[in-house]
């Protein structure tokens, strides 16, 4: 792993999460049990406190990053797609981000949303629960029922995630050459 301490802010990591050793995490940075963190992500506790909860995954690529003006909260079970760029002042339990999402300074994502893949939430947006949103800037598309088929999808999907926090940090190894 390549964990940096700034100054006296420490990160706090989980004994049960995954950090690839690609991965980046600096700060004042608290992440929860059985969280995936992929390789190259960057998570900067530089400026602002981030608290990433239980069972979140963060895939390849993506940034976090957060303000002195807030603490970026991100809940439990939440899915952050490859080559996400996370600016905002929460994301909560059970939403879902798609690859390529920009979420901006102060935006808000509520319980059970699905940003979609490549989506702009603008600074300080705030969304409504169990909602898909898409496009630039991102809008409201359709209502995400919990009990629908697409959540159970990333619901399983998400667990898979949290399958390969054990796999990982037992069976990954560098092959030498």
Do not use: C, W
């Amino acid at each position: 792993m390549t964990i940096y301490a700034l100054g006296d802010k420490k990160p706090e990591i989980a004994p049960t999460a995954y950090v690839h050793p690609q991965a980046a995490v600096i700060g004042d940075v608290r992440i929860g049990e059985r969280v995936f963190i992929a390789p190259m992500v960057s998570i900067r506790g530089d400026r602002g406190r981030i608290e990433i909860g239980d069972e979140t995954n963060v895939q390849d690529g993506a940034v976090i990053h957060s303000e002195p003006s807030f603490v970026t909260k991100i809940g439990r079970r939440v899915n952050i797609g490859h080559n996400a760029t996370i600016h905002a002042e929460s994301v909560e339990d059970n939403a879902a981000i798609g690859m390529g999402a920009v979420l901006m300074l102060g935006s808000k994502v509520a319980e059970g949303v699905m940003i979609a893949n490549s989506a702009l939430l603008y600074n300080k947006t705030k969304t409504e629960p169990n909602k898909i949103y898409t496009g630039v800037p991102a809008k409201y598309m359709r209502d995400l029922d919990p009990t629908s088929d697409a959540r159970r999808a990333i619901d399983e999907y998400l667990d898979t995630y949290v399958a390969n926090t054990e796999l990982y940090r037992k069976d990954l190894h560098k092959i030498e050459e």
